[in-house]
């Protein structure tokens, strides 16, 4: 497939006059910073833009609105559902630019043809606000993987589709997705969700991209650590000591990151999503 572009991208929206286009986190960082440091460009023909795969820091999304103007819409979803459960509307990004926080980190509520359970690892329903795996059914679910009936039998259940997503509904059943149940790092006996950190250090100006993961610790089993690509400008010593104060100030003890490593680009699959596995991989590779 084609490498993204986004200034052909920016161009092909002002020349054709696009109303409607879909964007990962990765495409519409690497667009706003376009369009941030470069001369002025008519987006005024945008009229939504819709984007998933991944989660987007809320001052991301807060900046696309000042700087495009147009409505934005997040989905949440898999392939074996149809690719959408969730919704966060135009009307849900509204209310939380206006301050409703409570909605900060969610990816929206159930279309009208699904229906969201959170549970724990023996298939029991959990209340609100407690976090489990995220369990979807709906007619768009899949039946099957093809030729593969041990991965099937583990992720089409007669309960729904188990997406291997951790998250929780809140009281207003917005769903908020704390991370993929593989990446979840067990330091000192204490589980740790990667999104969790990531959302905290993505609100730094001075960051672009990061990438939490677990590296193994001799004393704590595990511990996580944030690779970080820098905005240009920034000088990566002072940038540490401010992440690292964030950090204290807004996480645990346990879920703060042990080191800051730094990157000019993350692994991506064909999706755009970050490659953790080749993140961490890479990182206990240096540590050796």
């Known amino acids: ?107 929206g509520k159930e279309t009208p043809m699904c229906s969201i359970r959170i549970v724990d690892a023996d298939g029991n329903e959990l209340p609100a606000g407690e976090i489990g795996e995220i369990v979807i059914r709906s007619d768009a679910n899949a039946i099957g993987y093809w030729n593969r009936p041990e991965q099937t039998a583990e992720t089409f259940r007669p309960t729904g589709l ?22 979840m790092i067990i330091s000192g006996g204490f589980n740790v969700y990667p999104a969790e950190i990531e959302r905290v250090i993505g609100e730094h100006p001075g960051v672009e991209l990061v990438a939490v993961v677990g590296v193994p610790d001799p004393e704590w089993g595990e511990t996580p ?26 996480l645990a003890g346990y879920k703060q990151p042990r080191r800051f490593v730094y990157r000019s680009e993350f692994p991506l699959g064909p999706a755009g999503k970050i490659l953790k596995r080749r993140v961490a991989e890479d990182l206990r590779v240096v540590a050796e």
Do not use: N
């Not at 650590?225 to 807004?250: M, P």
């Open 162 to 183: 188990w997406s291997g997503d951790l998250g929780y509904l809140d009281s207003e059943r917005y769903l908020h997705i704390t991370g993929r149940k593989t990446d």
């Open 1 to 107: 497939h084609r490498k993204f572009d986004p200034q052909a991208v920016i161009d092909e929206i002002e020349r054709s006059r696009v109303t409607f286009t879909t964007f990962i986190p990765t495409m519409l960082q690497r667009t706003l910073r376009i369009l941030e440091e470069g001369p002025a460009r008519d987006m005024s023909s945008l009229r939504r833009i819709s984007y998933g795969s991944a989660p987007v820091p809320p001052g991301l999304a807060r900046k696309a609105m000042d700087l495009l103007g147009c409505d934005l819409q997040q989905r949440y979803g898999l392939t074996e559902c149809g690719g959408q459960a969730t919704i966060f509307t135009p009307e849900d990004h509204r209310d939380m630019v206006a301050g409703k926080t409570s909605i900060l980190t969610s990816c």
């Open 225 to 250: 650590v944030a690779a970080v690509i820098a905005r240009d400008g920034f000088d990566r010593d002072g940038l540490t000591t401010e992440l690292q104060a964030l950090c204290r100030s807004e």
